[in-house]
């Protein structure tokens, strides 16, 4: 009889001992699926950073590019402005000169 007691709660040990490893297994793999989506997650975040830090790098050598060639055409308009001043100031003294003329 002792022995029958014993192998009940050796059973009854054993069945709630394989519950409890089935619980944890399939918490387990929950954790394995959660673990493989922050892979992911961390993954994809990588890849957005290095395209961040590459649009990034390209804005700064466009802008100084564009820095450059703005700061050229601005040049350049200066000259012409001072060349339309010249021809304003000359086309003004022109009716001056040559008298009173009726256009």
Do not use: C, W
Not at 31 to 49: P, S, V, W
Not at 51 to 77: D, H, K
């Amino acid at each position: 009889m002792t022995s029958s007691l014993a192998n009940a709660i050796l059973f009854i040990a054993l069945v709630i001992t394989s519950g409890m490893v089935a619980m944890m297994y399939r918490k387990l793999k929950r954790l394995d699926r959660y673990h493989a989506e922050y892979k992911q997650i961390f993954d994809q975040t990588g890849a957005a950073l290095i395209g961040a830090q590459n649009a990034v790098s390209s804005f700064g050598s466009e802008g100084r590019e564009t820095l450059a060639l703005l700061g050229t055409r601005i040049e350049e308009a200066r000259e012409v402005a001072k060349q339309l001043e010249i021809l304003t100031k000359t086309a003004r003294s022109l009716p001056q000169a040559g008298g009173n003329s009726s256009l």
